[in-house]
């Protein structure tokens, strides 16, 4: 990981799924950030009608996804 959440959430989510399956690794880390995440979930961002803890969590879900088909791109 070369950048990750100013509240530390991106280590602690990536240590978690280190040794799981590819096909997991993204829904597991936009969970993960979420446990670790220190954000207000009473916040709701009225734009795009999630919380902060949501939104972490969707953001480091796609990241994951960009990064892994960086490393592991489909043969088609």
């Known amino acids: ?7 530390g959430a991106s280590w602690g989510a ?3 799924i280190t040794g799981i399956s590819v ?3 993204a829904v597991r ?6 446990f670790f ?3 207000d979930p009473s916040g709701w961002d009225p734009i795009y009608g999630k ?3 949501h939104f972490a969590g969707e953001v480091h879900k796609k990241a ?9 791109p ?3």
């Open 29 to 34: 880390m936009g969970l993960e950030v979420q």
């Open 1 to 7: 990981m070369l950048r990750g959440a100013p509240c």
């Open 14 to 16: 990536a240590k978690r």
């Open 37 to 39: 995440c220190t954000a």
């Open 74 to 76: 489909s043969d088609g």
């Open 23 to 25: 096909e997991a690794a």
């Open 51 to 53: 919380s902060p803890v």
């Open 64 to 72: 994951i996804i960009r990064a892994l088909k960086n490393v592991c």
